[in-house]
Structure formats: structure tokens, C-alpha cells
């Protein structure tokens, strides 16, 4: 059974950094693209950042040179690190498997980010 579990997520001030942690387990991570998207409140769920299993990333414009995406093989996880927030981040994030047939998400943790 596949399963993502985001951590690490809370409310900031604008300029404040956070660092999301996705646990994976139930497949072979290490061969496989994962990314974060975000949802805020009446909008769809974006793609914020991907990341290859070699290793290449790909980010939405509104993110780069803020949020970087990783990850750590040996520990099955993959981070998103947010560095000088807006509010505008402010969403629900979600971790998900990009398998070529089907997309797996995480349950989602909140990002808020207060002016």
C-alpha cells in the first residue's frame, strides 16, 4: 500500500521559512518523480515543484528561487523547503507519487502564512 504523510507544515509570518517533510513507503522510491502541489481555498490544485528520480526539478514561476524540492533516497523522503513565504502561499500541500498510470497524493497539511 503506497502511502505519503507531509509534515512540517504551520502558520508563519511573511519572510519566514518553513521546510515540508513527505514520508514515503509502499514502493520503490528511489526510480520514481514525486512533487508537491498546493490547493488554496476555492481554487484548483496546482503543481508547485517536481522532482525526477534523477534528480532534475521543475517549479511553478511564482516559487522559483524561494522553495527548493529534494530528496533523500535512503530515507524515502522528499522536502520542500519554502524560504521568504507570502501569503499568498497560504494553501493546503499536498505530496504526490507521479506514477506514469496514476497519480497517489498525501492527505495534505496546511501552510499559512500571515501578514
Known amino acids: 500500500q503506497v502511502q505519503l504523510v507531509e509534515s512540517g507544515g504551520g502558520l508563519v509570518q511573511a519572510g519566514e521559512s518553513l521546510r515540508l517533510s513527505c514520508a514515503a513507503s509502499?514502493?520503490?522510491?528511489?526510480?520514481?518523480?514525486m512533487g508537491w502541489f498546493r490547493q488554496a481555498p476555492g481554487k484548483q490544485r496546482d503543481m508547485v515543484a517536481t522532482?525526477?528520480?534523477?534528480?532534475?526539478?521543475n517549479y511553478v514561476d511564482s516559487v522559483k528561487g524561494r522553495f527548493t524540492i529534494s530528496r533523500d533516497n535512503a530515507k524515502n523522503t522528499v522536502y520542500l523547503q519554502m524560504n521568504n513565504l507570502k501569503p499568498e502561499d497560504t494553501a493546503v500541500y499536498y505530496c504526490?507519487?507521479?506514477?506514469?498510470?496514476?497519480?497517489?497524493w498525501g492527505q495534505g497539511i496546511q501552510v499559512t502564512v500571515s501578514s
Open positions: 522532482i525526477a528520480s534523477g534528480g532534475r526539478t
Open positions: 509502499g514502493f520503490i522510491f528511489s526510480i520514481m518523480p
Open positions: 504526490v507519487l507521479l506514477s506514469s498510470v496514476e497519480a497517489t
